[in-house]
């Protein structure tokens, strides 16, 4: 059994990258299915950078053979997808075109809820196999991380405008504060477990998240409206932090770098 639930989360991750790669360069048989309008190209690439971390985490766990590490991966997946559905959902029920697409994009959503309940099901029946400890510096940036994206959150749900440091429309700001919840639970499952095993996945999938956003965010800091340079400085400096940690901690510090340790 446990094979052919590693292969088929390493066939979800294939899918994952590839639709990362086909939205940040605005592939129309990839965005295409995505059902609410008002999308720019910047939300396009930020729709590709959550593929792109959902994919780098779900193959750190499977390259370390951390079946337990998906936990958080689902709870990730569940907190994002069940307020996806309800939101999808209502927008049928109030009459938002085109109807037949945000069917079949609710649908997936509860596909794909089925999916993180039973990977949330099978990963708790496994063991922790790396006894190292998530280092201090991880785990207080990631107190900042959590409290930074529930802040966020919640004025993007409250349609609070200019949160995001580009032009959104009040579906896409609930949409994309749902995905920043998802985030935060990730996060807080990270102190909950405060283990390296945890914790590499999700530097990994905010490593491939800084990728994808930073020369974007970067190459647009000279020509973007007053009202919205202080936000991207900001979230700038974030996603250059946040990706420094994660060199750091993945590829240099000597007690973390490497592969998880069985034992």
Same mark, same amino acid.
Do not use: K
């Given at each position: 059994?446990?094979?052919?639930?590693?292969?088929?989360?390493?066939?979800?991750?294939?899918?994952?990258?590839?639709?990362?790669?086909?939205?940040?360069?605005?592939?129309?048989? $990839?965005?295409?299915?995505?059902?609410?309008?008002?999308?720019?190209?910047?939300?396009?690439?930020?729709?590709?950078?959550?593929?792109?971390?959902?994919?780098?985490?779900?193959?750190?766990?499977?390259?370390?053979?951390?079946?337990?590490?998906?936990?958080?991966?689902?709870?990730?997946?569940?907190?994002?997808?069940?307020?996806?559905?309800?939101?999808?959902?209502?927008?049928?029920?109030?009459?938002?075109?085109?109807?037949?697409?945000?069917?079949?994009?609710?649908?997936?959503?509860?596909?794909?809820?089925?999916?993180?309940?039973?990977?949330?099901?099978?990963?708790?029946?496994?063991?922790? !196999?790396?006894?190292?400890?998530?280092?201090?510096?991880?785990?207080?940036?990631?107190?900042?991380?959590?409290?930074? @994206?529930?802040?966020?959150?919640?004025?993007?749900?409250?349609?609070?405008?200019?949160?995001?440091?580009?032009?959104?429309?009040?579906?896409?700001?609930?949409?994309?504060?749902?995905?920043?919840?998802?985030?935060?639970?990730?996060?807080?499952?990270?102190?909950?477990?405060?283990?390296?095993?945890? $914790?590499?996945?999700?530097?990994?999938?905010?490593?491939?998240?800084?990728?994808?956003?930073?020369?974007?965010?970067?190459?647009?800091?000279?020509?973007?409206?007053?009202?919205? !340079?202080?936000?991207?400085?900001?979230?700038?400096?974030?996603?250059?932090?946040?990706?420094?940690?994660?060199?750091?901690? @993945?590829?240099?510090?000597?007690?973390?770098?490497?592969?998880?340790?069985?034992?």
């Amino acid at each position: 059994m446990d094979p052919f639930v590693r292969a088929a989360l390493g066939v979800i991750a294939a899918v994952q990258a590839v639709l990362a790669v086909a939205f940040v360069f605005q592939v129309p048989i $990839a965005t295409d299915l995505w059902p609410f309008p008002g999308r720019t190209p910047l939300t396009n690439i930020f729709i590709g950078s959550i593929f792109a971390a959902a994919a780098a985490s779900t193959a750190w766990c499977l390259i370390n053979r951390s079946d337990r590490g998906f936990v958080g991966i689902a709870l990730d997946c569940l907190t994002i997808l069940a307020p996806f559905t309800v939101f999808t959902f209502a927008q049928v029920a109030g009459g938002a075109e085109p109807s037949g697409h945000l069917v079949a994009f609710g649908l997936a959503c509860v596909a794909g809820l089925a999916v993180g309940l039973a990977l949330l099901a099978w990963s708790l029946r496994h063991p922790w !196999r790396d006894r190292r400890p998530t280092p201090a510096p991880v785990r207080a940036s990631f107190v900042l991380f959590i409290v930074a @994206l529930l802040v966020v959150a919640g004025l993007l749900i409250a349609g609070v405008p200019n949160i995001i440091p580009w032009q959104i429309t009040p579906e896409l700001s609930v949409l994309i504060g749902i995905m920043f919840l998802g985030a935060s639970a990730y996060f807080a499952y990270g102190l909950v477990e405060p283990r390296w095993e945890n $914790a590499g996945g999700q530097l990994a999938g905010f490593l491939a998240y800084d990728v994808v956003l930073v020369v974007p965010f970067v190459s647009r800091l000279p020509t973007i409206d007053d009202a919205l !340079r202080l936000n991207l400085v900001v979230y700038t400096g974030v996603v250059i932090f946040s990706g420094l940690l994660a060199i750091v901690y @993945l590829f240099v510090h000597p007690a973390t770098r490497g592969r998880a340790r069985a034992g």
